[in-house]
């Protein structure tokens, strides 16, 4: 099995984000199965690898390189070219292409199909984002009755919905970190997340989206869009509520109604089991046992599978109309 290097920007200051966070947890998880280590690119840290200094490291084939970081991803194929990459998709609808050579893993089923059409000819493997196990529910007191995270929430959400319930509910908008976020989800009976503006402008798509579940977790009722990864596992009507549903009146009715009802939702925890460590590794283990195979062959492969680019896909239309038109000629 090959050495990994999850290579990131860097792992403080302004890179903190969930995605970086996320992928940190990937890093922990590989090296349950094999060597791995964070390595970044942008600044050099006390504590980690940097990767111009990794590059002048002996036998980097048997290394391979995991890239994830959506603006950065052209240059570091550019710049890691000749070794074995790895893209570890999070957001889709950057824009760029992958080269088949290059093997993609992606933490959400809506990015797996994204790339399915993107890169028909790649090796494409499905690997959820984890839920860590601290999220579950405690069956404490719930003294929040609607709980919200300004950051990716709609101006909707903040500048209207909000001020509607809190004259009729208890509110509480978390606008920096939380340390002991299971605890805050544990005491909050609603969890209203709202994030389809927020990518919108981002350009890109929400990953995964990993708040509703951890809220759905500890027993909070949701009320979500449902965009991007947030469709893998959101089911309005059957484990939340969709936000934004026509009318402010309208949703803050709805809200109100699981407030007054005083009910916490319970899911089987077999329906966090596909996001929980125990499966994720076993995953993570046939992938990687996968992607180590192709890499040991590649070099022995002569031909590749034609690339589906623009110009390929305007001749196959052109084909396919030439077809029909001679199809008719001859009756």
């Known amino acids: 099995m090959r050495k990994l290097?999850?290579?990131?920007?860097?792992?403080?200051?302004?890179?903190?984000?969930?995605?970086?966070?996320?992928?940190?947890?990937?890093v922990k998880l590989a090296q349950q199965i094999c060597d791995a280590n964070v390595v970044t690119y942008r600044q050099r840290e006390k504590d980690q690898l940097f990767i111009d200094d990794v590059?002048?490291?002996?036998n980097l084939d048997k290394a391979i390189f995991v890239i994830s970081w959506g603006f950065d991803v052209p240059k570091l194929i550019t710049k890691l070219k000749g070794h074995n990459l790895i893209y570890h998709a999070h957001s889709a609808g950057y824009g760029f292409s992958i080269p088949a050579n290059i093997p993609i893993i992606t933490v959400s089923r809506n990015t797996l199909g994204y790339w399915g059409q993107k890169s028909p000819h790649s090796l494409i493997y499905y690997l959820p984002n984890q839920i860590s196990d601290e999220f579950i529910n405690l069956n404490l007191s719930r003294d929040i009755d609607v709980l919200v995270q300004a950051r990716k929430s709609s101006t909707y959400l903040i500048k209207e919905l909000i001020p509607a319930?809190?004259?009729?509910?208890?509110?509480?908008v978390i606008e920096s970190y939380?340390?002991?976020?299971?605890?805050?989800?544990?005491?909050?009976?609603?969890?209203l997340y709202d994030s389809?503006?927020?990518?919108?402008?981002?350009?890109?798509?929400?990953?995964?989206?990993?708040q509703p579940m951890e809220a759905l977790a500890c027993g909070c009722e949701v009320f979500s869009s449902v965009n991007g990864g947030l469709s893998d596992y959101?089911?309005?009507g059957f484990n939340c509520h969709k936000i934004a549903g026509y009318s402010k009146e309208f949703?803050?009715?709805?809200?109100?109604?699981?407030?007054?009802?005083?009910?916490?939702?319970?899911?089987?925890?077999?329906?966090?089991?596909?996001?929980?460590?125990?499966?994720?590794?076993?995953?993570l283990q046939v992938i990687l046992g996968e992607v180590n195979d192709f890499f040991d062959q590649k070099r022995d492969?002569?031909?590749?599978?034609?690339?589906?680019?623009?110009?390929?896909?305007?001749?196959?239309?052109?084909?396919?109309?030439m077809n029909k038109v001679l199809k008719r000629i001859r009756g």
């Open 196 to 210: 389809a503006e927020y990518w919108a402008q981002q350009g890109v798509s929400e990953g995964f989206g990993l």
């Open 5 to 26: 290097y999850f290579l990131v920007p860097g792992t403080k200051g302004k890179f903190a984000c969930g995605g970086l966070w996320a992928e940190l947890k990937t």
């Open 251 to 283: 949703d803050v009715q709805r809200i109100l109604n699981v407030v007054k009802a005083s009910t916490t939702i319970t899911l089987p925890e077999q329906f966090f089991a596909e996001y929980r460590t125990e499966n994720i590794v076993k995953r």
């Open 55 to 58: 590059l002048k490291t002996p």
């Open 301 to 321: 492969f002569t031909s590749e599978i034609k690339d589906l680019t623009k110009m390929r896909i305007y001749r196959l239309k052109a084909q396919s109309l």
């Open 234 to 236: 959101l089911d309005p």
């Open 178 to 191: 939380v340390e002991d976020l299971p605890g805050v989800f544990n005491r909050s009976q609603v969890y």
């Open 165 to 172: 319930l809190k004259k009729h509910c208890k509110v509480e």
